[in-house]
Nanobody, 120 residues
Framework: QVQLVESGGGLVQAGGSLRLSCAASGSIFSVNAMGWYRQAPEKQRELVAGISSGLTTNYADSVKGRFTISRDNAKNTVYLQMNSLKPEDTAVYYC??????????????WGQGTQVTVSS
């Protein structure tokens, strides 16, 4: 069993900051790429930022220069530092991880989602 548990969402004013965390736990052999997605009401889920096990990162154009993704491989945890938040960043943010469980195989797992609301 592998679980991703997110934390750090909330309500913030425009221009403010939030930091999201997501920890993978359970019977894990290794964690490959990790990332953050978001889904706003009536919109499709979109990739916000990703990071490989080797710490290579990629970002959606809409968040470049404002968001920073990082990870702690020893803790199987990924972070998303969000600065200069805008109302259009309002969404449910989901953590995703490409995990190899101890029993073998390889699957992508999702967190339960955390709400981020940015007021104008």
């Amino acid at each position: 069993q592998v679980q991703l548990v997110e934390s750090g969402g909330g309500l913030v004013q425009a221009g403010g900051s939030l930091r999201l965390s997501c920890a993978a736990s359970g019977s894990i052999f290794s964690v490959n790429a990790m990332g953050w997605y978001r889904q706003a009401p009536e919109k499709q889920r979109e990739l916000v930022a990703g990071i490989s096990s080797g710490l290579t990162t990629n970002y959606a154009d809409s968040v470049k220069g404002r968001f920073t993704i990082s990870r702690d491989n020893a803790k199987n945890t990924v972070y998303l530092q969000m600065n200069s938040l805008k109302p259009e960043d309002t969404a449910v943010y989901y953590c995703n991880a490409d995990v190899v469980p101890r029993g073998g195989g390889r699957s992508r797992y999702w967190g339960q989602g955390t709400q981020v609301t940015v007021s104008s």
